[in-house]
């Protein structure tokens, strides 16, 4: 595959969702020339862009600190890092400040001055693609990544891509790259993560990058049947009902949410928000004003009528697990390749307990931020190398037999890992079988996924998706307990020898290795 | 999903062949925009928010509806007050009020 164009820059930004448009924003501030790359549309595309979010903004009291990092030691069983979940905290108060004054977003105002604890997705979007501008960073819209490049001594130098409207490969070469991309829903159809199918995890680990945290991938979330609608925040007001309309005893938006998973496996769940008052009410449709949009196109009022839910896979979107940092900007454990927001494992701060909602958007912003700095200073210290090789394996090295099609592939790893009661539900027999289906489906794709032009996106994408089912299952049969969001059928308790998190990695031949070391005191091992 | 392109209402802006994350739309030979890819929409809703004309229509179900549904039929939303929805509420377009200065949610039930 020869690229037709070729562009040089500081750094290459893979993402353009909060962390890609954060690093593209201070690795511009530092003074680099910086390239933005997106799938989609950098400002439209994404979980943040479609959903909106709360986001994990505490006032800088001492008191409400501690009580915010508390909370959620237990919850990820014990994974978490104190002095990662601080400097977020610190980071994120920083950049709700910046984006308030510079990108004028526009929070709501309360009695004791702006309210930052709360995103509309769409209109913080649509400012931080405008600020990125601004700063001249050159944005590649409707560009997927392919692969990343290496220079002969290892060193990440840039990223191939292609141009979806033309069909022609495009080659960034860079003096570092930050994967920004996103993790992976495996096109369930939550809210707007079709274009999360864990690019960057691929391209990083066939760089030469491991992974972290892949057994906190169990993440499903409540929507109305047929809908794409995966806001759940406000199922806190929901009673959960059988067919019959008989309560559906336990059942719950957090705490009761493995109820309704059990009960969906034999017969359907409805809600209804019945327990909002009528000013609770209007407070919400202010709140997420695209939750109602969908109710009130369907004719439900979600407080007085029953509609029938489902749980939609948000794998490691909501999960915790991605790319290993391996120090305080970012950095990977490979040189030049920086990672951040959903690419990046959230367990520093989340520990192994979803990151969903408010804790990945606060990372987003803080690993962004640190990451577009970190690239820039290590692209200053090197300079633009001019001799690269490519590092993409599937779908991208000559000789593939051309005999399976990346619609078959996705069909098939949605078949295997999206059921309850292999990836929600955790049992040996069950991981290990789907595993064994998800490795023949891995060969396939190997011996025989080949395109060309702008095919050659739907072809990574189900090599992407196809790696990231495989990282995840192998890491969930090796954890031999259950932590955070982790649960074993047949291990239902926390194993204290287990506290560690679990490193895992490899493309044909697959690894996991407890973390050697913890990152402490907020530096790198 | 991506249901209606409203013709005589599209001005052809082609801001939604811009902001669709999965490419959707292509130019048609009239300016306005075709549904070259539905099945590749993800019901995210953006082009609609981007419509400066409110010429699109997003019904909320993942799959494409059937030809006699009132979701495809632009008369019967317009009088059921459904286009332009959501940019309704985000306050986007000229002489609104953006919808995220006054989005404060009630306090969450313990």
Known sequence: ?525 | MIELVLAERCIGCDRCIDVCPTQVFDRGADGVPVLARQPDCQTCFQCEAYCPADALFVSPHVVPLPPDSPHRDGGALDRADLLGGYRRELGWGRGRSLGARTAVGPAYPD
């Open chain 1, 1 to 525: 595959m020869n690229s037709e164009l070729v562009l040089r820059a500081d750094v290459a930004v893979v993402g353009g969702g909060p962390a890609g448009t954060w690093a593209a924003i201070k690795a511009a501030e530092s003074g680099a020339d910086v390239v933005l790359l997106d799938k989609g549309h950098t400002g439209s595309s994404g979980a943040t862009a479609s959903a909106g979010t709360g986001i994990w903004y505490v006032d800088d009291v001492p008191e409400l600190r501690e009580a915010a990092m508390a909370s959620r030691e237990g919850l990820g069983g014990y994974l978490a890092d104190r002095a990662w979940m601080a400097r977020v905290l610190d980071e994120t108060h920083a950049r709700m400040e910046e984006l308030g004054r510079v990108q004028r977003y526009p929070f709501p105002v309360g009695p004791r001055g702006p309210i930052r604890d709360d995103l509309q997705g769409p209109e913080y979007m649509r400012r931080q693609r405008l600020r990125v501008q601004r700063l001249g960073v050159r944005i590649l819209d409707h560009t997927p990544a392919l692969d990343l490049l290496l220079d002969g001594d290892g060193v990440v130098s840039g990223v191939r891509a292609v141009q979806r409207r033309s069909g022609e490969t495009i080659e960034v070469r860079a003096g570092a790259v930050v994967l920004a991309a996103g993790a992976c829903a495996f096109q369930s159809k939550t809210l707007g993560c079709d274009v999360d199918t864990g690019d960057g995890a691929l391209m990083a680990v066939e760089a030469g990058a491991v992974l972290s945290g892949m057994e906190f991938s169990s993440s499903y979330a409540i929507a109305p049947i047929g809908t794409s609608l995966t806001k759940t925040a406000y199922y806190s007001w929901a009673t959960f009902y059988r067919a019959d309309r008989t309560v559906l005893e336990g059942a719950g938006s957090a705490r009761g949410r493995s109820v309704i998973a059990r009960t969906l496996l034999s017969e359907p769940v409805f809600a209804r928000l019945d327990r909002a008052t009528p000013e609770e009410q209007a407070a919400m449709r202010r709140g997420q004003p695209n939750f109602f949009l969908v109710f009130d196109r369907l004719g439900i009022n979600p407080f007085t009528d029953f509609f029938e839910v489902t749980l939609l896979a948000e794998g490691t979107v909501r999960g915790t697990g991605g790319v290993r940092i391996a120090s305080t900007d970012c950095a990977t454990d490979v040189p030049g390749l920086y990672a951040a927001g959903d690419t990046a494992t959230r367990e520093l701060i989340c520990g192994g307990f979803t990151g969903g909602g408010s804790h990945n958007a606060a990372w987003a912003a803080a690993s962004g931020s640190w990451a577009g700095q970190g690239a820039a200073a290590f692209a200053r210290r090197r300079g633009v190398p001019s001799t690269v090789r490519p590092t993409g394996t599937v779908a991208l090295r000559p000789g593939a037999a051309a005999d399976v099609e990346p619609q078959e592939i996705l069909s098939e790893v949605q078949r295997t890992v999206l059921p309850l009661d292999v990836n929600y539900f955790r049992e040996p027999a069950r991981l290990a079988s789907a595993l064994g289906a998800l490795d023949d489906l891995w060969g396939r794709s190997r011996d025989g996924l080949t395109a060309t032009g702008e095919g050659l996106f739907r072809a990574r994408e189900a090599a992407a998706m196809t790696a990231h089912a495989r990282w995840m299952l192998h890491a969930a049969l090796r954890r031999t307990e259950t932590r955070g969001m982790h649960r074993r059928l047949d291990r239902p308790d926390q194993d204290r020898s287990q506290q560690h998190r679990l490193l895992v990695g490899g493309l044909d031949e697959l690894w996991s290795a407890p973390e050697p070391q913890w990152l402490a005191g907020g530096r790198a091992a």
